[in-house]
């Protein structure tokens, strides 16, 4: 008696054929693009202390933070000893609630309190 043979696997479509493409199904489902916290790009009213010292146009508060570091290098206020500590002058010691000195990480705090 003879049986009937089943079909060899070459016979067989290969599962390859029926998947879509990877490339197709990714650009189907593209992610939108990030947008930029529009919060960090919100321009801030300057307190009249911090005005004196980076000027009183409204900024960013990312701008802010540029301007006292221009300030901070352009002024030498940067203790040769310990780059972490900055050195108050006049201008910066009000903005610092009269510490002579802060550390770069402090210098945020304070500087956030002027800002509205």
Same mark, same amino acid.
């Given at each position: ?20 493409? *990877? ?9 939108? *693009? ?11 009213? &300057?307190?009249?202390? &911090?005005?004196?010292v980076i000027g ?5 508060? #990312?701008?802010? #933070?540029?301007?006292?570091? !221009?300030? /901070?290098?352009?002024?030498? &206020? ?7 500590? /900055?050195?108050?002058?006049?201008? &910066?010691? !009000?903005?610092?609630?009269g510490k002579k ?16």
């Amino acid at each position: 008696m003879a049986t009937a043979k089943k079909p060899a696997a070459s016979a067989k479509k290969p599962a390859t054929a029926a998947k879509k493409p *990877a490339a197709a199904a990714k650009t189907a489902k593209a992610p939108a *693009a990030k947008k930029a916290n529009t919060a960090f790009m919100k321009p801030m009213t &300057l307190s009249p202390v &911090l005005a004196a010292v980076i000027g009183s146009t409204p900024i960013p508060r #990312t701008e802010v #933070t540029k301007k006292i570091w !221009e300030y /901070i290098k352009e002024h030498k &206020l940067q203790d040769e000893a310990n780059k972490r500590m /900055i050195n108050g002058d006049a201008k &910066l010691i !009000e903005v610092f609630q009269g510490k002579k000195q802060v550390s770069m990480f402090e210098m945020a705090k304070y500087i956030s309190a002027h800002l509205s």
